[in-house]
């Protein structure tokens, strides 16, 4: 389309518009009314399969702005499209039935762009990134922005271009260098959120005039969600765009290089792909040499979409448009029609970004019925510099609002600017770009939230918000009054914000701000604060002539704490001024024990932090002038030094194996170019067949309770309802289960949690079913419910035949022995852990020849169990059932078994209706509905000798199963088999028990169990170092197994590498040195602290059921020379199929582009095994090796007769001799097993070790952390493919880091008493915190341990996916670690308990002080859902 540079140059000659339109990569698109309801997203990805319309005309209409010139072909006849329009098909029909004369005509035309992703809805995974350019007429310039599709309402772009993935680039037009870069660098794992971080580095790059730094790309990022690769390699593959300095990249020399270390090609830097491999041919393989300026219009902007000319010409036009429900639409240009339309809708909706009305009406369901976007209108986007301050328009979004402050700190006197400076610092931290790039002041101001990040400051800072009437009136009131109450302002129904005035603050006048959250990026406040004060010099004295302290997340609304502001007006500002202002505070901000959100101990401490910070960092502000006495004592400066995200630095050290012509190299991913352009397809992504429906579930809303009755009506009379399906309607079993079954597909008499389904409403759209599920009216009798392993534990709630023993020695001996010279006791609570896989749950049923078979395709790691399950509930042979599997955005263990009953739900519509039938579950009910990571109690008595030696270890060892058996008894087991860790102990006493609660059933997660054990040890250990006064670091190596060592279950160990792998991280990270900087540093900081530790860890590598450990794999050789594989694994990011096709690729001794690994289908490879529990390369590469083999067997008489020139040649002369040239391969997992009933044997054919090293740093007044070192040395045999392995471990260990410091489930339970009973709190990425990119180590190493081959598995290499994830435990370590050092300032040495995740609050409340005195007692211990 020609040249971006060319985009500002075009010609404008401005046209009136006059139909409302869109232009979507390129394309022209006419929006048609109707829409309003419709999200940018739904826009994209389904093309009005939401729109219902109500009558012929209302699709003749609709078809005509689509379809222009093909809606009629005859009178009689009408092209639909095959996937659209599923929805508008049968209204269609139903009028059909109605007029009883027209036909339908199918047509093969898809027009989804489902490359833009549906990660949650709520503008919190970044997976619908979008980039939107307008051509803004002020600035004559084109404005390109990141934006959330899911949060953008349809016409909110009208009259903007839109570019998707798919319109970056793509396979047949070319891959854009951002795509080649991140698909190079194994930046794409399951690919679920690869489109988002490709558009988020886009539009920041096409917004750029110059080349971004690489701190620009991370925090572009900040909105960005990844649940795989631990964010490195798509940091490594961004940073190839900046260039963060010219001499960096010139003069090499300067960069001081250590010895074995070279430049990467494409950064400039030193390499971060395997910078000590001195292979430099690999690292320039992987970097392709590309460059900003290749995208800034010199080589590729060639193939870019400019902006369209026509929308360069087009002058915006106010809109009247309409939508579902009767709901309007207005685009008023002019602050006049604003207050008109004001004037005759009082209660209207004014939207700029949408980002809090859209999340009310998708999320709260409130149906608000007139929308006014006054994103445009010039009166409410004034920014005006003035003499006395800033004047700010309330739709002025708050990028440019950052980039305006960001610029006037550069040119004003910086006494001025103290209030500019705190909002730059607080937006820093304000949602993620995406959000900031459309969200307004206004908006922010007037939803009132009681944790806005501005609204304190605004308070604070003197703002003074000016307020139009529908009259056009204009009055002014200070911030300070405006806040009323919850969600209460002051604001008169005929009235409006118009905009904020911010003075400039004087000389001697401070303005902070101060956030606390549980994650630091795109998280909201916990508490946060805007302080000011302004000082005036009385003689020697310095005394308060004004202030303001205002909090957030401490009352219903943004509050002053009056009695503490005027306690300090008139006070000198000294040591007695910051006590008594705490003292103040203290009463001023109360909370009640139950406040909602919890937290109330931690919220006061931080009241009192926030202003001690406060304090310290004015007195540091105006120390050095003359009069004041008293100067901060160097060791608190760290209270008041903020964070700084430094680049990511981070290494990758790996020997390559080669084995023939592919395996042991690092191949990229095989499906990465297709993950990178959008054009892989996930299940929800799969067009709709004709017919379909969508599917929606009706839950349980209590914990425990007998049904009474069911209405649906409601739902019957619903738009778009198709049918309704409750337990008397399953066609065959009701009853489903893993291992028992002890649960109903749809619950008949008793629900025994809240989530559980009841029944399965379908409907024309994915909302008309929900909206028909949410009306369906189930009354209850409530039963007592058990919310907790100590309930269970006191009701003796245990599910049946799942206590299990497992005993090494004699435990009750040696305690009574006098070898034992210490003995201790506790407990360790273990949290639970959302798997937030980026894709949903979600499954595809149809049927073919009328039910006779029924076939799906379905996100789940275990095609098998769908069968099965769908065979169960249908009365269906599993012969006639089929499930397949392309891949899927991510599992962990959750979508080994949660899956399979989505699938069965659905199935039961579908085969009734005989019709196709989706189901993707939304963020919220995936999380509500699918379980967790179990939660654990253990309870441990520990006998050891002086010297730290290990002898006994009793313990009883309690998971939260839920309300069913799932794995909840293996994954019980697998933490029994951990429970030694990696240490040696004579006499071992473990019993298990599975608790039953009512919570929906737990599941398996990566680890199994296993790093729940593990913790819980590693937290003895820990107690055992205290108690003898030595480190943690020298108790495990006094006690680690090693070769020979036999475990509590009788396996002995063959060819450990443990000790080699902890001395060689040991050296590496040089331990010693790196503890006494630490020690250092903790005597010169009295508020910051950092603390470090080093974990082992081993893992057992093979299914614990003996029969499990077996695969099958297909492969067919064609007459071309390339071999399609087919096996029983699934791909999940994991990079399974690219290592199956390494092993089939050598094994041919043809090159990888040769091999295709298929869908993972029943019907190819039978009777498959979950993938799960690390071992699906080792098996299904073996399995798929034996089918090689074999058919290399029968090619071989032909090969020896003569040289043949190529491999498809040889395959072609063997297909003329008939040769077959198909097999079926087999592997069983030799010489293992297990007795479950005595609880000896070997249940693992052998371990991955591995050990950890980290560094972190606290702030103690507060509870924020970062990792500054990460260290991971793995031992993986000869990898099959070291960096996929590296992406496994990076991936588990961020996972591994989410877990044990980020990630808390809330329940409702006694702990948190302000959530209804059994309901779960935390359902969605605005309130659960998995890992973002800030979260990843400063440094980050990994390290795998060379010449070590594995005898025991496929070419040698070991199992990766679960075994790195305890490593993050080193985290959770070093910030004990760290927390010692501050509790010992305050006199509390000695051992202390902390629960994982150590949260901020967790962090703060055990780092005892003044701050926490008044609130609680040096035991306290804050609340966790267990
Ligand atoms: C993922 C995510 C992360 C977030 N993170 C944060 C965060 O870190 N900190 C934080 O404080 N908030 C956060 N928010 C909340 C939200 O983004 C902000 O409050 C935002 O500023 C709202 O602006 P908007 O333009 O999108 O509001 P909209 O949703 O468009 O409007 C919000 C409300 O304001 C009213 N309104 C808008 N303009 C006017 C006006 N001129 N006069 C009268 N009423 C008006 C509307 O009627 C509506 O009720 C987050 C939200 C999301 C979805
Ligand atoms: S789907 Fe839009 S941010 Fe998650
Ligand atoms: S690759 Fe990022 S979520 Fe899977």
Known sequence: MGSLNKEEEMEQIVEEPNEAILYVNGVRKVLPDGFAHLSLLEYLRDHGVNQNPRSLADILRIWEVFYPGTTKCTDNLFLVSKTILSSSFMCFNRELKQQKTNQVLFVGKDIGLTGTKHGCGEGGCGACTVMVSHYDRKMKKCMHYAVNACLAPLYSVEGMHVITVEGVGNRKRGLHPIQESLAHSHGSQCGFCTPGFIMSLYALLRSSKTPPTEEQIEESLAGNLCRCTG???????????????????????????????????????PCSCGSKTNDQSICSTRYEPSSYSEVDGSTYTDKEFIFPPELLRRKLTPLNLSGLGGLKWYRPLTIKDVLELKEKYPNVKLLVGNTEVGIEMRLKRIPYQVLISVAHVPELNILNVKDDGIEIGAAVRLTELLNLFREVVTQRSAHETSACKAFIEQLKWFAGTQIRNVASIGGNVCTASPISDLNPLWMAAGAKFRIINCNGNIRTTPAENFFLGYRKVDLNSNEILLSIFLPWTRPFEYVKEFKQAHRRDDDIAIVNAGIRVCLEEKGEEWVVSDASVDYGGVAPLSLCAIKTKEFLIGKKWNQDVLHGALNVLRTDIMLKEDAPGGMVEFRRSLTLSFFFKFFLWVSHQIEGYKSIKESVPLSYLSAIKSFHRPPLVASQDYE?????????????????????????????????????????????????????????????????????????????????????????????????????????????????????????????????????????????????????????????????????????????????????????????????????EVHMISSTQSPRKHQVYVSRVLGLPMSKVVCKTKRIGGGFGGKETRSAFIAAAAA??????????KLTLDRDIDMITSGQRHSFLGQYKVGFTNKGKVLALDLQIYNNAGNSLDLSLGVLLGAMFYSDSVYEIPNVRIFGSVCFTNFPSNTAFRGFGGPQGMLIAENWIQRIALELKKSPEQIREINFQGEGSIMHYDQQLEHCTLAQVWNELKVSCDFLKVREEVDEFNLQNRWKKRGIAMIPTKFGISFTHKFMNQAGALVNVYTDGTVLVTHGGVEMGQGLHTKVAQVAASAFNIPLSSVFISDTSTDKVPNASPTAASVSSDMYAAAALDACEQIKARMEPIALQRNFSSFAELVTACYLERIDLSAHGFYITPDIGFDWSTGKGKPFSYYTYGAAFAEVEIDTLTGDFHTRTANVHMDLGYSLNPEIDVGQVEGAFIQGLGWVALEELKWGDASHKWVPSGCLYTCGPGSYKIPSLNDVPFKFNVSLLKGNPNVKAIHSSKGVGEPPFFMASSVFFAIKDAILAARAETGHTGWFPLDNPATPERIRMACLDEFTAPFVSSDFHPKLSV
């Open 231 to 269: 964010y490195r390699p798509i940091v490594d593959a961004f940073r190839v765009f900046s260039k963060t300095s010219d001499a960096l990249y010139a003069d090499i020399t300067s960069l001081n290089l250590q010895e074995g270390e070279f430049i990467c090609p494409s950064t400039g830097k």
């Open 656 to 852: 390559i194996r080669k084995h023939g012509t592919s395996v042991g190299s690092p191949e990229v991913h095989l499906s990465s170019r297709l993950q990178v352009t959008g054009e892989a397809e996930y299940t929800d992504d799969t067009p709709m067949p004709p017919n379909g429906l969508h599917a929606a579930l009706v839950l349980s809303k209590k914990p425990h309770a007998r049904i009474l009755s069911i209405d649906d009506s409601g739902a019957k009379s619903s738009p778009g309802f198709a049918g309704i399906f409750f337990a008397k309607d399953v066609p065959g079993s009701n009853k489903i289960g893993v291992i028992v079954l002890d649960e109903e597909l749809f619950a008949s008499e008793f629900v025994t949690c809240v989530g559980q389904v009841i029944g399965i409403v379908v409907a024309d759209t994915h909302e008309n079913a929900k909206l028909a599920a949410g009306k369906v009216h189930v009354e209850y009798e409530e039963l007592p419910a058990i919310l907790s392993i100590e309930d269970a534990i006191g009701a003796k709630s245990f599910h049946p035949d799942s206590q299990k023993f497992m005993r090494k020695g004699d435990v009750d001996l040696c305690f009574q022995s006098d070898q034992c010279e210490k003995i201790i006791e506790g407990k360790v609570q273990v949290g639970g852990q959302e798997h937030f896989y980026l894709e949903t749950q979600s499954s595809l049923v149809w049927t073919m020849d009328s039910g006779n």
């Open 908 to 917: 039961v519509p579908s085969y009734l209706m005989n019709r196709p039938v």
